[in-house]
């Protein structure tokens, strides 16, 4: 059952949290710890159990930071006709955004408190009232309108890098291959990804690069561009080359792909989502998997977790962390401090969010199980609080929260 989101407001008391079990986003796994939030923020960590009022009881529960998903597109829904929403299918911008919110709304809620999300100017206006209003969804950073256009020339992109940022865009997204559904192929030259990636730097934004083939990896990574997305067909040789440039890998474990095939007469007739597509993407599975194994064998490659999240996906996303453990053979621990500490560090957050320590933003959530040892306990959040603020707590109220506490 869901509580009402957003009962509590920032408090100025001290808020306590009891918890059974500490995982700290770095690696530590602690029993019984006792966090302090005040004013959005963890102002301690104790050890052990805390003496006196606890706010949330969290004893029997594990608590982690509020997981990091790099790579999700909320503006991706299905319309009240069950197929997926396009430009032309009589959906309002106010519709739309109607349903942006209700994705927003399972992602947190499912405990992904912060999000990146490539491609999409509705964002901005969502991002904004989320942080600032009383819009419940995780914390939005957004490209905006991502740069794919082979046709520009190094200066039409570096001005297109200019006029992002003077919009408001967190990052820059790049598309430098074809989808998978049309065979992954390098569609920027060198001389383009030089000048976006260039550019961002000295505009001090980071980039996003959508590549699978190895060619595609390997332009974007000597441009210096910040992170890869996807890579299903990245080769060793690439990903080493990514692991010594200090790139951030981003692949998909399977969520994506299985999420458009258990849709896919929701999405089938629309653009490249042919019969044809729909096969690349089967085929995509096993050498998704693949590709994550190679990447965890690639010494120092910093693989951080995102899943491409899109109509059908919200609120699921932990499946695709599920999958790098059980299909991928990562060690559950590992894949947590991927969604976590080192997702914020590729986020350029890396001192503000994905850490459960002082001076962090209290973004926390608490599971029924042990996700350090079985990750599918992941999928059983119980407490969901971004920025000290409480959006899900499906435990018993605790006994001593005053009324003026719940209000
Ligand atoms: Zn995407």
Same mark, same amino acid.
């Given at each position: 059952?869901?509580? #009402?989101?957003?009962?509590?407001?920032?408090?100025?008391?001290?808020?306590?949290?009891?918890?059974?079990?500490?995982?700290?986003?770095?690696?530590?796994?602690? =029993?019984? #710890?006792?966090? %302090?939030? *005040? *004013?959005?923020?963890?102002?301690?960590?104790?050890?052990?159990?805390?003496?006196?009022? %606890?706010?949330?009881?969290?004893?029997?529960? &594990? %608590?982690?930071?509020?997981?990091?998903?790099?790579? #999700?597109?909320?503006? !991706?829904? @299905?319309?009240?006709?069950?197929?997926?929403?396009? +430009?032309?299918?009589?959906?309002?911008?106010? *519709?739309?955004?109607?349903?942006?919110?209700?994705?927003?709304?399972?992602?947190?809620?499912?405990?992904?408190?912060?999000?990146?999300?490539?491609?999409?100017?509705?964002?901005?206006?969502?991002?904004?009232?989320?942080?600032?209003? +009383?819009?419940?969804?995780?914390?939005?950073?957004?490209?905006?309108?991502?740069?794919?256009?082979?046709?520009?020339?190094?200066?039409?992109?570096?001005?297109?890098?200019?006029?992002?940022?003077?919009?408001?865009?967190?990052?820059?997204?790049?598309?430098?291959?074809? &989808?998978?559904?049309?065979?992954?192929?390098?569609?920027?030259?060198?001389?383009?990804?030089?000048?976006?990636?260039?550019?961002?730097?000295?505009?001090?934004?980071?980039?996003?690069?959508?590549?699978?083939?190895?060619?595609?990896?390997?332009?974007?990574?000597?441009?210096?561009?910040?992170?890869?997305?996807?890579?299903? @067909? #990245?080769?060793? =040789?690439?990903?080493?080359?990514?692991?010594?440039?200090?790139?951030? @890998?981003?692949?998909?474990?399977?969520?994506?792909?299985?999420?458009?095939?258990?849709?896919?007469?929701?999405?089938?007739?629309?653009?490249?989502?042919?019969?044809?597509?729909?096969?690349?993407?089967?085929?995509?599975?096993?050498?998704?998997?693949?590709? @994550?194994?190679?990447?965890?064998?690639?010494?120092?490659?910093?693989?951080?977790?995102?899943?491409?999240?899109?109509?059908?996906?919200?609120?699921?996303?932990? =499946?695709?962390?599920?999958?790098? %453990?059980?299909?991928?053979?990562?060690?559950?621990?590992?894949?947590?401090?991927?969604?976590?500490?080192?997702?914020?560090?590729?986020?350029?957050?890396?001192?503000?969010?994905?850490?459960?320590?002082?001076?962090?933003?209290?973004?926390?959530?608490?599971?029924?199980?042990?996700?350090?040892?079985?990750?599918?306990?992941?999928?059983?959040?119980?407490?969901?609080?971004?920025?000290?603020?409480?959006?899900? !707590?499906?435990?018993?109220?605790?006994?001593?929260?005053?009324?003026?506490?719940?209000?």
């Amino acid at each position: 059952m869901l509580s #009402a989101p957003a009962v509590l407001t920032a408090q100025t008391a001290p808020v306590i949290i009891r918890a059974g079990r500490l995982i700290d986003g770095r690696g530590t796994v602690t =029993e019984n #710890a006792t966090i %302090v939030v *005040q *004013q959005g923020a963890i102002s301690r960590v104790d050890r052990g159990r805390a003496a006196g009022t %606890v706010t949330y009881d969290l004893s029997h529960y &594990s %608590v982690l930071p509020g997981l990091i998903d790099g790579h #999700a597109h909320l503006s !991706w829904y @299905f319309n009240r006709s069950g197929r997926y929403h396009t +430009p032309n299918d009589g959906d309002t911008p106010v *519709q739309s955004m109607l349903a942006m919110t209700g994705n927003a709304f399972a992602t947190l809620t499912s405990g992904v408190t912060t999000i990146q999300s490539p491609g999409s100017p509705e964002d901005k206006d969502l991002r904004d009232f989320i942080a600032t209003g +009383p819009t419940p969804g995780p914390r939005i950073l957004t490209s905006l309108q991502p740069i794919s256009s082979p046709r520009l020339t190094p200066d039409s992109l570096r001005e297109i890098v200019k006029r992002r940022k003077a919009e408001g865009a967190d990052f820059i997204k790049i598309f430098a291959s074809q &989808s998978i559904r049309d065979g992954g192929a390098l569609t920027l030259t060198q001389e383009q990804l030089d000048a976006i990636c260039g550019e961002a730097k000295s505009q001090g934004l980071r980039t996003l690069v959508h590549a699978h083939s190895a060619e595609s990896i390997k332009a974007a990574t000597l441009a210096g561009c910040t992170q890869i997305e996807h890579g299903v @067909f #990245a080769t060793d =040789e690439v990903l080493r080359l990514m692991a010594e440039r200090g790139t951030y @890998f981003d692949p998909q474990c399977g969520l994506v792909f299985r999420n458009y095939l258990d849709n896919r007469a929701k999405y089938e007739g629309i653009g490249n989502y042919t019969e044809a597509g729909f096969a690349a993407m089967e085929k995509a599975i096993p050498l998704a998997v693949a590709a @994550f194994k190679r990447a965890r064998a690639t010494p120092g490659l910093k693989i951080v977790w995102g899943t491409d999240a899109v109509a059908g996906a919200h609120g699921r996303n932990v =499946e695709d962390l599920i999958c790098r %453990v059980q299909d991928g053979g990562q060690p559950p621990l590992e894949a947590i401090t991927s969604a976590t500490s080192l997702g914020a560090q590729a986020l350029g957050l890396g001192t503000q969010i994905g850490t459960i320590a002082a001076g962090y933003q209290a973004d926390l959530i608490a599971v029924d199980g042990d996700p350090s040892k079985d990750i599918t306990a992941l999928r059983r959040v119980v407490f969901v609080m971004k920025g000290g603020r409480v959006y899900r !707590w499906d435990g018993l109220r605790p006994s001593n929260a005053t009324e003026q506490e719940r209000n």
